[in-house]
């Protein structure tokens, strides 16, 4: 069986998604978008730290902490910080920066860009309802598109998808 004729049964794909910092942050999207760009019926379930990701503003960050597959390019290398700097006031600051100014550098096409396009390409986003109440969220605080679920909200998607993701 080739993969062409894999990607041709795979018609839905769900995410849960779970992980709100930027490096956690663009996975799914860009899942999500190429998916349903390749006309795969996509649905992501925010939930915990992933809901943020909704917000009409974002300020995403990245930390060190704990981190050890984080190295950026420098002098021709890759440079990992030690746990014991990544403690420090202001490293989750300054690492945050340098991500987002290679992102930059590299042509890495913005967050919200990416979240356009998902609600472009018509995917399902769920908001998950009892996270919106746990940090006193609203629909009016996040971007058009996302509707409110629950866990069988999710199920209900989950169950139908041929493929299942969580990040």
């Not at 995410?15 to 663009?26: E, H």
């Not at 390019?73 to 006031?89: D, F, I, K, R």
Request: overall charge neutral; aromatic content about 6%.
């Amino acid at each position: 069986m080739s993969a062409q004729t894999d990607l041709a049964n795979a018609k839905s794909m769900s995410i849960i998604v779970t992980k709100g910092t930027l490096d956690w942050a663009y996975p799914p999207f860009i899942l999500a978008t190429t998916a349903a760009a390749m006309d795969v019926k996509v649905s992501m379930y925010f939930t915990f730290y992933g809901l943020p990701l909704l917000l009409k503003k974002l300020d995403l960050k990245v930390s060190p902490l704990g981190n050890a597959a984080m190295k950026m390019p420098m002098g021709g290398g890759h440079v990992g910080m030690p746990n014991m700097l990544a403690m420090l006031p202001g490293a989750t600051a300054g690492t945050s920066k340098m991500m987002k100014n290679l992102m930059k550098q590299k042509g890495v096409a913005p967050l919200e860009d990416l979240r356009d396009a998902a609600v472009d390409l018509k995917v399902d986003m769920i908001a998950c309802q009892m996270t919106m109440d746990l940090f006193e969220y609203s629909l009016d605080d996040m971007i058009a598109g996302p509707r409110l679920g629950g866990a069988a909200t999710y199920m209900e998607s989950a169950l139908a998808a041929d493929i299942n993701l969580f990040i």
